[in-house]
């Protein structure tokens, strides 16, 4: 339970933790032999499960995934920090959701309407991939491989 945070219900994480003895200790060593050192079997996890399901699109799902975990929850919010019109989000949620189920929108009790409907990715280990250091390494590696500042 202590690592469902992190993990969810995946069990390749939770055999890689196992093979590692890692289960029976702090989560937080666990997050740091597993995701946080430069040779982490899972430090690449989050971009490589985007990559192979998304192929060119990637990024589009990236940036919209990111914007989510970071707490931007509403169409408005998102647009403003990914750049894509509000117009168009709604097609690429609705991928997000209904094909990949990467994404959940939330209606609170009582919401008939939907209009303070608020997303949230459904799975624990990429939220916290998309929110954590792993994220900005590959941001900064994203920015070195265009020509642009670190």
Do not use: N
């Given at each position: 339970m202590r690592h469902w945070t992190?993990?969810?219900?995946?069990?390749?994480?939770?055999?890689?933790a196992s093979d590692a003895d890692l289960?029976?200790?702090?989560?937080?060593?666990a997050?740091?032999?597993?995701?946080?050192?430069?040779d982490a079997l899972l430090r690449d996890e989050g971009r490589s499960l985007l990559i192979e399901e998304f192929a060119r699109e990637h990024t589009?799902?990236?940036?919209?995934?990111?914007?989510?975990a970071a707490g931007r929850v509403q169409l408005q919010e998102m647009s403003d920090a990914t750049g894509?019109?509000?117009t168009a989000l709604p097609k690429d949620l609705r991928r997000l959701q209904d094909e990949f189920q990467l994404v959940e929108r939330q209606l609170p009790l009582g919401d008939a309407g939907g209009r303070l409907g608020r997303y949230a990715v459904r799975d624990p280990f990429l939220t916290f991939w998309l929110t954590g250091l792993c994220c900005t390494a590959f941001a900064r590696r994203r920015r070195r491989?265009?020509?642009?500042a670190p």
């Amino acid at each position: 339970m202590r690592h469902w945070t992190v993990f969810g219900g995946c069990p390749k994480y939770y055999s890689l933790a196992s093979d590692a003895d890692l289960l029976g200790q702090d989560p937080l060593t666990a997050i740091e032999a597993l995701i946080l050192r430069p040779d982490a079997l899972l430090r690449d996890e989050g971009r490589s499960l985007l990559i192979e399901e998304f192929a060119r699109e990637h990024t589009t799902a990236f940036s919209i995934l990111r914007a989510i975990a970071a707490g931007r929850v509403q169409l408005q919010e998102m647009s403003d920090a990914t750049g894509i019109p509000a117009t168009a989000l709604p097609k690429d949620l609705r991928r997000l959701q209904d094909e990949f189920q990467l994404v959940e929108r939330q209606l609170p009790l009582g919401d008939a309407g939907g209009r303070l409907g608020r997303y949230a990715v459904r799975d624990p280990f990429l939220t916290f991939w998309l929110t954590g250091l792993c994220c900005t390494a590959f941001a900064r590696r994203r920015r070195r491989s265009r020509g642009l500042a670190p």
